[in-house]
């Protein structure tokens, strides 16, 4: 099935800081998803971004579906944007597969 | 809109006593539904998902077996816990597999 890796795999910024989330994937694929797990344990839908790019306020996310990545932009970040950020991908079959995301710390 | 309820919050359980959750979906009809388990540490490995009554496909041979009585009715059981069910569950459901997932606030279980 297909493979999902994401790095770093921890960042630690400080507020307003800048940062870039990779996300590698083995196979191309049907649907890819960008999360955000909050410290209580709830997975937020940050984008639906199969290919192209997509931005929402200080969020963006661009997938190159030929190269086979997609990278999530986070500007000025707020200590509220801390948690874990995932990648999934769903290639041919039905199943979305997770990388084992990206824990951020964004300290006052 | 659709909204997903996924319960309870919370659950401790005792070694070898059964196990029930349940997720359900408003708002929509026929949604492909999934059941993920996150065990300490970060990966999410699904567990079931399901495209219609009665249609289940199980990920993982394991403890644990999924049923979907109603059309927009997910549940996750278990006849007998182990300690190595303890995890964070959630429930998921997509009204088709080329769009996204939307996810449930899940179900912290400690088996002890």
């Known amino acids: 099935g297909i493979q999902v890796e994401q790095s770093p795999p921890d960042l630690i910024l400080q507020e307003g800081a800048n940062s870039t989330l990779r996300c590698n994937f083995s196979d191309s694929v049907n649907n890819l998803q960008w999360f955000h797990q909050n410290p209580w344990g709830q997975l937020i839908n940050l984008f639906y971004?199969?290919?192209g790019t997509k931005q929402n306020g200080r969020l963006s996310a661009t997938t190159v579906a030929t190269e086979r990545y997609s990278l999530l932009y986070i500007s000025s970040s707020q200590t509220t944007d801390s948690g874990v950020y995932f990648c999934a991908a769903l290639g041919a079959t039905n199943k979305l597969i997770f990388g084992t995301g990206t824990l951020l710390a964004v300290q006052p | 809109s659709q909204t997903i309820h996924q319960w309870p919050a919370t659950l401790v359980q005792p070694v070898g006593s059964p196990l029930s959750l349940e997720c359900t979906v408003e708002g929509t009809s026929n949604p492909n539904l999934y059941w993920y388990r996150q065990a300490a540490g970060r990966g999410l490995q699904l567990l079931f998902y399901?495209?219609?009554?009665?249609?289940i496909s199980s990920e993982v041979p394991q403890n644990l077996s999924a049923s979907r009585p109603q059309d927009r009715q997910f549940i996750l059981s278990s006849k007998k816990l182990l300690l190595s069910d303890s995890g964070f569950y959630l429930c998921?459901?997509?009204?088709?597999?080329?769009?996204?997932?939307?996810f449930g606030s899940g179900t912290r279980l400690t088996v002890v």
């Open positions: 399901s495209i219609g009554i009665d249609q």
């Open positions: 971004i199969p290919s």
């Open positions: 998921a459901w997509s009204p088709d597999r080329n769009y996204g997932y939307t």
